[in-house]
């Protein structure tokens, strides 16, 4: 059987956590326009969160060997 190609741009920005394979990302709106935002708006978008499940299985299409 060939080798399946990672999506590069994926695993640059998810991880995996735990034992039972959930996925990990950063939160968006946190690059750019930071003056307007409030500093308890910024700090909530620094946390990383779970992946939806629905998510999840798009991601790990794109990330064969995770």
Same mark, same amino acid.
């Given at each position: 059987?060939?080798? #399946?190609?990672?999506?590069?741009?994926?695993?640059?920005?998810?991880?995996?956590?735990?034992?039972?394979?959930?996925?990990?990302?950063?939160?968006?709106?946190?690059?750019? #326009?930071?003056?307007?935002?409030?500093?308890?708006?910024?700090?909530?978008?620094?946390?990383?969160?779970?992946?939806?499940?629905?998510?999840?299985?798009?991601?790990?299409?794109? #990330?064969?060997?995770?």
């Amino acid at each position: 059987m060939y080798k #399946l190609k990672t999506r590069k741009a994926a695993s640059k920005r998810y991880k995996a956590v735990g034992d039972n394979k959930k996925i990990s990302r950063r939160k968006a709106f946190k690059s750019h #326009l930071l003056q307007k935002k409030s500093t308890n708006r910024k700090r909530q978008l620094s946390q990383t969160v779970i992946a939806s499940p629905g998510d999840t299985k798009k991601i790990y299409l794109m #990330l064969p060997y995770l």
